[in-house]
DNA sequence: CGCAATTATATTGTGCACAATATTTTAAAC
DNA sequence: GTTTAAAATATTGTGCACAATATAATTGCG
């Protein structure tokens, strides 16, 4: 009965704990603590991590054309827009991780692409998710449930 | 084999859509957006609505002695800092949402109350999480287990 | 061709998050 | 009863997020 999201009174439907966005919100913020001391040590915060993570896996794709990686690329798949990413990969230029060029055939777009430097970081960047696994106590089956279940609600929002 | 999150390879451990980590940061943003246009209405943002759900949740228990809510105990329940809490309760306190004042037999305490104004945002507020129920195309039981194994993992990242 | 609409990025301004530090008040230790 | 430590909040500075707007390049259409 507690679980009918369907009809619930004011204060069950209002009770923190019981809000899918709350848990949401403070497991990403907790998350990103565990991350931060490991990204500390590569330089990196968090979402500058994550445009690593994007450029790695365009430059993996042998089919790709050129492998050229654009801002609106890095947007549409890490779900931010201009407004985060210019000044972020601004800052990850100044930091020698990445280089920002337009292209030449559309001046439009501005390419980018990932120095030597940035290129050393991935090893060290594969042992983060290795070793937040390793001391986790919830067992394979759950995180992959919670991944999986992630998964479905993170495709239902965006197709809205 | 693509699941056995112990032994993956460094582009398996790197991909975007295999980090828990990315999923929640997505998902808790892309949630946020949903519910924004609803706070707008409410002239609320959603760390501001948040508060006022720890408010009310603490005047519903009869039980606690005075029902003063201190900005230690939001930032316990939010799992949040001065850092972030300050200003931000500055502000509900501009618009005429909450009223701080120091406790007279603790001067460190700054004890937070509900203004009038505030108090009836609740019904409308109760609304919020029920539109967003209504047109979800997850059914229940689906949205349960995800809220559940959340749950958890929340557990297991604030004990660390 | 000329020009309106679209596309890609940049800029501005507000509000979080959070680390680091400071300030004030209370509690504890001697 | 001072001194010291601890507790609660505030402040400063940096880096996102994101809405709103601006700018420049390209496309499409009559």
Redesign the interface.
Same mark, same amino acid.
């Given at each position: 009965m507690a679980?009918?999201?369907?009809d619930m009174g004011? *204060?069950e439907?209002?009770?923190?704990?019981?809000?899918?966005?709350?848990? /949401?919100? #403070? #497991? #990403?913020?907790?998350?990103?603590?565990?991350?931060r001391p490991l990204l500390d040590q590569l330089g990196l915060t968090?979402p500058q991590y $994550?445009v690593l +993570?994007?450029m790695? *896996?365009y430059q993996?794709r042998e089919g790709d054309r050129d492998k050229e990686v654009t801002i609106k690329m890095l947007g549409e798949? +890490?779900?931010l827009d201009t407004g985060t990413l210019t000044p972020l990969l601004k800052r990850m230029e100044q930091q020698g991780l990445l280089v920002r060029q337009r292209a030449v055939n559309d001046e439009r777009k501005v390419l980018v692409s990932l120095t030597p430097r940035a290129q050393e970081l =991935?090893?060290g960047?594969?042992e983060i998710?290795?070793a937040l /696994?390793c001391h #986790?106590?919830?067992g394979?089956e759950?995180?992959?449930?919670?991944?999986d279940?992630?998964?479905?609600? +993170?495709n *239902? $929002?965006?197709s =809205?």
């Amino acid at each position: 009965m507690a679980n009918a999201l369907a009809d619930m009174g004011d *204060e069950e439907l209002l009770a923190l704990d019981n809000q899918l966005c709350f848990l /949401l919100y #403070s #497991s #990403s913020r907790m998350m990103t603590a565990l991350y931060r001391p490991l990204l500390d040590q590569l330089g990196l915060t968090y979402p500058q991590y $994550l445009v690593l +993570l994007v450029m790695w *896996e365009y430059q993996g794709r042998e089919g790709d054309r050129d492998k050229e990686v654009t801002i609106k690329m890095l947007g549409e798949r +890490l779900l931010l827009d201009t407004g985060t990413l210019t000044p972020l990969l601004k800052r990850m230029e100044q930091q020698g991780l990445l280089v920002r060029q337009r292209a030449v055939n559309d001046e439009r777009k501005v390419l980018v692409s990932l120095t030597p430097r940035a290129q050393e970081l =991935k090893a060290g960047a594969a042992e983060i998710p290795r070793a937040l /696994l390793c001391h #986790s106590s919830l067992g394979d089956e759950e995180l992959i449930g919670i991944r999986d279940g992630l998964r479905l609600l +993170l495709n *239902e $929002l965006v197709s =809205k």
